[in-house]
């Protein structure tokens, strides 16, 4: 398989371009597509695509798994039909920062919150991750179920704010906000601690519980999620703060209605 060609666009609000060689293909997520050449041939197929000893019904149950993932039961399938290259621009989902992550640095997969994935090679698989422990699962910010992305070559997943990457050695950990974590090498140890002071807990503003992460491998994290973004619009809206009249409020509001359902539908 050849090495996949593409390049990151934008600052905030950024797309990926691949340039595809004859015969090439990648897979996206449900409406994400930008722009296509004109010979770029498009189709939707159910789940990742990838096979299953079960024929139909299985691909049909591998669908339905991967949409407690967060993404769609379908993937949109892009190949270049024709001989000579052929270009597909796939956008973020919101405003922060795409990153590109080789599965074959990682030891073949990587841990993700809900909803991570935007495109990838064909071939690489998106399951469920369920939290192995009680506690991760109830107070780890993604619930008991994460996605688990595997397979070969590289995948691409999307931040919210600034994006941070940091390498863990096997005696190095952080302290991360259970929202800003994004993504793992499937070698770190994640877990939830408590915060451990009563007053820090009610006061601090970080809430009851932080996610401890522990290498050996890689973390990706966020600046900004978009749980909390929502948040400080609603507040905004509610409070009236930085707004001039009564218009400048009923604008706001509408935004803030608009990011809630954004984020409901996209996590949906």
């Known amino acids: 398989m050849s090495q996949l060609d593409y390049k990151i666009y934008g600052n905030d609000l950024q797309y990926v371009q691949f340039t595809l060689a004859a015969g090439q293909e990648v897979i996206a997520e449900q409406g994400a597509m930008m722009f296509i050449d004109q010979d770029i ?21 591998n669908a339905i798994k991967r949409s407690f993932t967060g993404e769609s039961m379908f993937s949109s399938h892009y190949q270049n039909n024709a001989s000579y290259p052929q270009r597909v621009a796939i956008a973020a989902p ?29 071939g690489q698989k998106i399951q469920i991750a369920f939290q192995k422990r009680v506690r991760v699962g109830l107070f780890g910010g993604e619930g008991f179920i994460m996605q688990k992305i595997s397979g070969h070559g590289t995948v691409f997943i999307h931040a919210s704010g600034a994006l941070r990457q940091v390498a863990l050695g096997s005696v190095d950990a952080l302290r991360v906000d259970t929202g800003c974590l994004v993504g793992m090498s499937s070698s770190v140890r994640y877990d939830i601690k408590y915060t451990g ?72």
């Open 41 to 61: 041939a498009t189709d939707a197929i159910l789940g990742d695509g990838s096979a299953s000893a079960f024929g139909a019904i299985g691909r049909f149950v």
């Open 94 to 122: 919101g405003p922060g920062e795409i990153v590109a992550i080789n599965l074959d640095e990682q030891g073949g997969s990587i841990i993700c919150q809900k909803g991570a994935y935007l495109a990838g090679e064909k």
């Open 197 to 268: 002071k009563l007053k820090t807990s009610l006061f601090g503003g970080e809430g009851l519980f932080y996610a401890t992460v522990s290498g050996p491998g890689h973390v990706w994290m966020q600046s900004l999620p978009l749980s909390r973004l929502s948040k400080v619009l609603m507040t905004a809206a509610i409070s009236g703060r930085g707004q001039g009249s009564i218009w400048g409020k009923l604008y706001l509001v509408g935004f803030v209605i608009f990011v809630i359902v954004s984020l409901f539908l996209e996590r949906s």
